[in-house]
């Protein structure tokens, strides 16, 4: 089904409604040129015949007139030899091929007017068409315009991200470090927990050494505290 049904619809189309209504402006503008393109090719081939046939009927109406003239003379002749039936009968034949000449020239206004509005036909849809084919292009480098703003917006976005991710990291490694440099001087200084249990082996160990003194101690009758 094509976008116009009659070529009256091209030439009084408006092609920015069409586009501003189209979901795919650049798709619907091919088949609007595709279409334009037939139609062209189908006008200029009725116009084709057209000429054809006007030149055919022109050549009839030459040859017809040409005859008036031939007949006109044969009348002469025969006037200048007495014969005026023979006159008569030239000038009859004579009006027959004018009152043909006439026929075919009534004829051949329809075909005038008819060529003169295929003219006027092809012009207009000559004129939309180079006008379908500047929004075309214009459409294309458009959306090409679009695309490439895209990937570069897009590969700016990205670049964004990534050093933004890059700076994130190099601030954890900062605070890595600055954290690491504060632990460093804590070391050596307090006790790991293996040495706070090791102490408390050895202090229960001297309270036992310490109990089992007193008790010599006492069993020899020496006083302690």
Same mark, same amino acid.
Request: net charge negative.
């Given at each position: 089904m094509g976008i116009f049904s009659r070529l009256s619809d091209i030439i009084n189309a408006n092609l920015n409604a069409l586009l501003?209504?189209?979901?795919?402006?650049?798709?619907?503008?091919?088949?609007?040129?595709?279409?334009?393109?037939?139609?062209?090719?189908?006008?200029?081939?009725?116009?084709?015949?057209?000429?054809?046939?006007?030149?055919?009927?022109?050549? @009839?109406? !030459?040859?017809?007139?040409?005859?008036?003239?031939?007949?006109? /003379?044969? *009348?002469?002749? $025969?006037?200048?030899?007495?014969?005026?039936?023979?006159? @008569?009968? !030239?000038?009859?034949?004579?009006?027959?091929?004018?009152?043909? /000449?006439? *026929?075919?020239? $009534?004829?051949?206004?329809?075909?005038?007017?008819a060529l003169a509005k295929s003219d006027a036909d092809i012009r207009s849809l000559q004129a939309k068409l180079t006008d379908a084919r500047n929004r075309e292009q214009t459409i294309a480098a458009r959306q090409q315009s679009a695309v490439n703003r895209v990937k570069v917006r897009a590969k700016l976005y990205d670049g964004r991200i990534t050093n933004a991710f890059q700076r994130f990291e190099q601030v954890e490694r900062s605070l890595d470090e600055l954290e690491g440099k504060a632990d460093s001087y804590d070391v050596g200084r307090g006790k790991s927990l293996a040495d706070q249990i090791n102490e408390l082996a050895t202090d229960d160990k001297v309270d036992r050494e310490l109990a089992e003194m007193k008790a010599r101690l006492a069993a020899k009758g020496v006083g302690g505290r």
């Open positions: 501003d209504r189209a979901e795919d402006p650049q798709k619907l503008i091919r088949l609007i040129i595709q279409e334009m393109e037939d139609t062209l090719v189908e006008v200029r081939s009725s116009t084709v015949k057209i000429i054809a046939e006007k030149k055919e009927i022109e050549r @009839k109406i !030459a040859t017809l007139r040409r005859e008036c003239d031939d007949w006109s /003379a044969k *009348a002469e002749v $025969a006037l200048t030899r007495g014969r005026d039936d023979l006159a @008569k009968a !030239a000038l009859v034949a004579k009006a027959k091929a004018a009152g043909a /000449a006439e *026929a075919m020239e $009534a004829d051949l206004a329809p075909l005038t007017e």
